[in-house]
Every structure is written in structure tokens, then in C-alpha cells.
């Protein structure tokens, strides 16, 4: 599981992935929604890890904390 919380933060392995949670509407986030259903490492990890394929943890505890 650990190795999975290591992909899933990961970054520099796919950095597509990132770009396509934040902008799921856009032309990359679209092509990147391509990339995932052919199949990719780090967001299958990430989709395990954090159970959705929204937006990153991160940018949920910024909205949580502003409360």
C-alpha cells in the first residue's frame, strides 16, 4: 500500500494526471482522460489511494481549512 501512496503523490511520474484532476474540462484534461483508459500506473494508484478521481487531497484541505 505504501507504494501506492508514493504513486499516487507522484508527480514527475505522470504529471498529465495532475493537470487533467485540476482541469478536467480542458483540451489536456481531455486527452489525458484518453491516457487513463488505456491504462496508467500512477492514476490507477491514485484512484485506489484516494478512492475518486477528483481533485487532489491537497486542494481539499485548502477548502477545509477555509471554513
Same mark, same amino acid.
Given at each position: +500500500?505504501? +507504494? #501506492?501512496?508514493?504513486?499516487?503523490?507522484? *508527480?514527475? !511520474?505522470?504529471?498529465?494526471? %495532475?493537470?487533467?484532476?485540476?482541469?478536467?474540462? $480542458?483540451?489536456?484534461?481531455?486527452?489525458?482522460? %484518453?491516457?487513463? &483508459? #488505456?491504462?496508467? !500506473? *500512477?492514476? %490507477?494508484?491514485?484512484?485506489?489511494?484516494?478512492? $475518486?478521481?477528483?481533485? $487532489?487531497? #491537497? #486542494?481539499? %484541505? &485548502?477548502? $477545509?481549512?477555509?471554513?
Amino acid at each position: +500500500m505504501e +507504494m #501506492k501512496k508514493v504513486l499516487a503523490g507522484w *508527480s514527475k !511520474i505522470c504529471p498529465g494526471c %495532475n493537470i487533467g484532476r485540476k482541469y478536467p474540462d $480542458s483540451f489536456i484534461g481531455k486527452k489525458v482522460r %484518453n491516457h487513463w &483508459e #488505456k491504462g496508467c !500506473i *500512477s492514476h %490507477n494508484a491514485y484512484v485506489e489511494v484516494y478512492g $475518486s478521481e477528483g481533485s $487532489s487531497p #491537497k #486542494k481539499d %484541505n &485548502e477548502k $477545509s481549512d477555509d471554513k
